[in-house]
């Protein structure tokens, strides 16, 4: 019997983004409170080390973490990448979308482009030659009319489109996210699952 599992994709702390205004232990507790079963720590150009990963789980068994970056890339930094399932610090080092979607693809990960009208010039990675695996759809950060043109670039694309909460503080959990067809256990499973296509977008209400 498969089980659904209601995921958080793209979520700040203040423990690494300076723009988040909540810590690492109340954005669980509240993601627990509103029926999260798995998220993805996603901090601006900063990873999370496994121990820093195993030591934040221990303290909160009832939920799956796992771990993520969102890169700033092009020449503004208007271009923003999420990988989910690593950290591996070698992808702070990387200077073009390229490389990071190169890398993410070697690694087993899974590559969104984040937010790819909220500013201009963030959509430009889906002109390249490598693309991402999928597109944020519906988030804090994105709405109408920006989640409508991110759905005709993925239907010209074929690429699938992921709604996420772009957490950065408390009120920010529960307003948009996925939820599996079936459960995922480890980080990697994250991308089998967005190719595959095996969810659907929610949004709260």
């Keep these: 019997m498969f089980l659904r599992m209601k995921v958080e994709l793209h979520l700040h ?5 300076a723009c988040s205004q909540n810590t690492p232990a109340a954005m ?15 901090e601006h150009n900063a990873v999370w080390s496994d121990e820093e990963i195993a030591q934040l789980q221990s303290g909160f068994p009832e939920i799956k973490i796992f771990p993520g970056v969102e890169l700033s890339t ?29 890398k993410s693809r070697q690694d087993g990960c899974l590559s969104v482009l984040a937010h790819p009208f909220r500013w201009a010039g963030g959509a430009e990675i889906l002109k390249g030659k490598i693309l991402p695996d999928a597109i ?16 005709e670039v993925s239907k010209r694309l074929n690429l699938p489109i992921v709604n996420t909460g772009d957490v950065h503080s408390l009120a920010d959990i529960n307003q948009f996210w996925i939820e599996t067809h079936y459960p995922i256990e480890s980080p990697g499973d994250i991308r089998k699952v967005v190719l595959e296509r095996a969810y659907d977008n929610r949004i709260f209400g």
Aim: aromatic share 10%; net charge negative.
């Design 74 to 102: 092009g020449v503004d930094g208007s271009q923003h990448i999420l990988v989910l399932g690593t950290t591996d610090s070698e992808y702070l080092k990387l200077r073009s979308a390229e490389q990071i979607l190169q």
């Design 28 to 42: 669980m507790e509240r993601l627990i409170q509103t029926g999260y079963d798995a998220v993805f720590i996603t």
């Design 136 to 151: 944020e759809y519906y988030s804090g950060n994105h709405k109408h009319p920006d989640a409508e043109m991110t759905l």
């Design 13 to 17: 702390t203040s423990r690494y983004s």
